[in-house]
T-cell receptor, first 113, second 115 residues
Framework: ETGVTQSPTHLIKTRGQQVTLRCSSQ?????VSWYQQALGQGPQFIFQ???????GRGNFPPRFSGLQFPNYSSELNVNALELDDSALYLC????????????FGPGTRLTVL | GESVGLHLPTLSVQEGDNSIINCAYS??????FIWYKQESGKGPQFIID?????DKRQGQRVTVLLNKTVKHLSLQIAATQPGDSAVYFC??????????????FGKGTHLIIQP
């Protein structure tokens, strides 16, 4: 186990709704990255947070937003949910912004109906 | 598009044999590569990594080889066990800490262990 935890485990929403996913990083890690993994695909980078600020972003629209808190935990918010947002959302933490190795949590399975 | 890919979607091997999973990457600026193992219903698990200034790195039962000339990465698993059944992803990072790009993953290879 990596020590990265995510909640909830599973979530079902309907199109147009909003969702908040949560992540607690591994002890001692101050950098959190979020990924979306569609069924049968590799994870796709959404964004990364370091010291409570967005440090980088992948090719995702602005309705995907996030937060990082002083204790380094993080939230991923998705507004105006679409059917294609159905996926496994993964959180990964690393010890510093300059550390390449990222350790993943178990993920949150989001289903949009 | 993706800059990291895998040659085979499924690899079937006999228990006890060695497994070799291959990965091709296209971004010559990539300086760090990681192999992850993902079991059904779980998040990716770190296996081994390698930097671009190395061509081989060994771990417990695993070896990663990097050939920068042909932009090829491979994962070798010795004496494959049933617990090795999973999807294996290679990932690359073109800058320290990920930054604007994070890790770029390929589609994955499903390793099946035959008894």
């Amino acid at each position: 186990e990596t020590g990265v935890t995510q909640s909830p485990t599973h979530l079902i929403k309907t199109r147009g709704q909003q969702v908040t996913l949560r992540c607690s990083s591994q002890s001692g890690h101050n950098t959190v990255s979020w990924y979306q993994q569609a069924l049968g695909q590799g994870p796709q980078f959404i964004f990364q947070y370091y010291r409570e600020e967005e440090n980088g972003r992948g090719n995702f629209p602005p309705r995907f937003s996030g937060l990082q808190f002083p204790n380094y935990s993080s939230e991923l918010n998705v507004n105006a949910l679409e059917l294609d947002d159905s996926a496994l959302y993964l959180c990964a933490s690393s010890s510093t912004r300059m550390e390449d190795t990222q350790y993943f949590g178990p993920g949150t399975r989001l289903t949009v109906l | 598009g993706e800059s990291v890919g895998l040659h085979l979607p499924t690899l079937s091997v006999q228990e006890g044999d060695n497994s070799i999973i291959n990965c091709a990457y296209s971004n010559s600026a990539s300086d760090y590569f990681i192999w992850y193992k993902q079991e059904s219903g779980k998040g990716p698990q770190f296996i081994i990594d390698i930097r671009s200034n190395m061509d081989k790195r060994q771990g417990q039962r695993v070896t990663v080889l990097l050939n920068k000339t042909v932009k090829h990465l491979s994962l070798q698993i010795a004496a494959t066990q049933p617990g090795d059944s999973a999807v294996y992803f290679c990932a690359e990072n073109i800058r320290p800490g990920g930054g604007a790009d994070g890790l770029t993953f390929g589609k994955g290879t499903h390793l099946i262990i035959q008894p």
